[in-house]
């Protein structure tokens, strides 16, 4: 900004002592010290409180992002809880028209629609209940009585019969 040399300052003062005189030059000194040092103080005071604002403002945008941050996790969680919710209905709803659908296909004797169209192209949920569930399409091996559980036919033991079922 301001760079004297010491050539330059050495002209100031003699124009200051001229102008000035011998007896007012050292008061004029010290009052242009005192200035500059208020001037300094200021500017620095000034300067401090800038800073001090702009690590505020950092702050007050740090806050408000948090609250929004939270404000986005609660949504977040109401989202996937109303996600969750929506998919247990839904699986609900499917199991329910599963079931009426065996209830009719048994009561009329027809195929299981899903074995007769394109596997690639079914539902893979409908694939997977039809083929595990039992019923019409897919029912449970019956057992005869006189088979035991691995499916050996075994004569049933009349020994542990008790004596009222004993003719």
Same mark, same amino acid.
């Given at each position: 900004m301001f760079d004297p040399s010491f050539f330059e300052l050495i002209i100031i003062c003699v124009v200051a002592l001229l102008v000035l005189g011998p007896d007012r030059l050292p008061g004029a000194i010290k009052t242009l010290g005192l200035w500059i040092g208020r001037m300094r103080r200021s500017f620095n005071n000034i300067k401090r409180?800038?800073?001090?604002?702009?690590?505020a403002d950092e702050i007050r945008r740090q806050l408000r992002n948090e609250a929004i941050m939270e404000k986005f996790k609660d949504t977040k969680t109401q989202v996937t809880e109303s996600i969750e919710s929506i998919k247990s209905e839904t699986e609900s709803i499917k199991d329910d028209l599963n079931l009426d659908k065996e209830l009719s296909m048994s009561d009329s004797g027809e195929e299981n629609p899903n074995q007769a169209t394109d596997p690639a192209t +079914?539902? %893979?949920?409908?694939?997977?209940?039809?083929? +595990?569930? %039992?019923?019409p399409s897919n029912p449970a091996p019956e057992q005869h009585p006189a088979q035991n559980e691995t499916g050996n036919s075994e004569k049933p033991d009349n020994s542990e019969q008790s004596d009222s079922e004993k003719p």
């Open positions: 409180e800038i800073e001090q604002e702009v690590g +079914s539902d %893979p949920v409908e694939k997977l209940t039809s083929n +595990s569930a %039992p019923g």
